[in-house]
T-cell receptor, first 113, second 112 residues
């Protein structure tokens, strides 16, 4: 099994550009989440989904959009990139939302110039 | 608001030198406390779940313990392959979705 796959692994953007970070899981998990990880800040929840068609905001949602049209995919969209969005982004999935069952991808390292 | 504080930020040990990492937390009704290991360039990997004060879990050289205010990750006779960042997270009852609150992590280096 591939688990949670994130693409791309690295990306450099200019301020104001838009892009979509892709996340796919092959474990048929209902719960999926996006986190960002910054030095000295720990992992912070951006958006999450409890199933196809259902999404909600986390701790730091501003500047990001999500949608969940299928169980497998949970893309994260940056509509107008800002330098403050330079970070490492992790996608996670779990069958029940329980923290013990969270499977993380290997991250997307995003730099905004 | 749920809060998690980990200490120290970084820890250097010699191979075989045992030590402990600390995770202090404030949460409105603890559903679970989780320890993860994160290697450079990788996502966090689940290690342990603790649910109630007094509970202990062990895996190889690692043992996690829980009190009402903090958790400890004890590392006995560590090896260089134990070098990683260790993350602590809490989940509260009623937390919508799969919301976890993470600490900043402790970066552990074990020298041969």
């Amino acid at each position: 099994n591939a688990g949670v796959t994130q693409t791309p692994k690295f990306q450099v953007l200019k301020t104001g550009q838009s892009m979509t970070l892709q996340c796919a899981q092959d474990m048929n998990h209902e719960y999926m989440s996006w986190y960002r990880q910054d030095p000295g800040m720990g992992l912070r929840l951006i958006h999450y989904s409890v199933g196809a068609g259902i999404t909600d905001q986390g701790e730091v949602p501003n500047g990001y959009n999500v949608s969940r049209s299928t169980t497998e995919d949970f893309p994260l969209r940056l509509l107008s990139a800002a330098p403050s969005q330079t970070s490492v982004y992790f996608c996670a999935s779990s069958p029940s939302g329980d923290g013990r069952a969270q499977h993380f991808g290997d991250g997307t390292r995003l730099s905004i110039l | 608001e749920d809060q998690v504080t980990q200490s120290p930020e970084a820890l250097r040990l010699q191979e075989g030198e045992s030590s402990s990492l600390n995770c202090s937390y404030t949460v409105s009704g603890l559903r679970g406390l989780f320890w993860y290991r994160q290697d450079p360039g990788k996502g966090p990997e689940f290690l342990f779940t603790l649910y109630s004060a007094g509970e202990e879990k062990e895996k190889e050289r690692l043992k996690a313990t829980l009190t009402k205010k903090e958790s400890f990750l004890h590392i006995t006779a560590p090896k260089p392959e134990d070098s990683a960042t260790y993350l602590c997270a809490v989940q509260a009852w009623g937390a919508s979705g799969s919301r976890l609150t993470f600490g900043e992590g402790t970066q552990l280096t074990v020298n041969p």
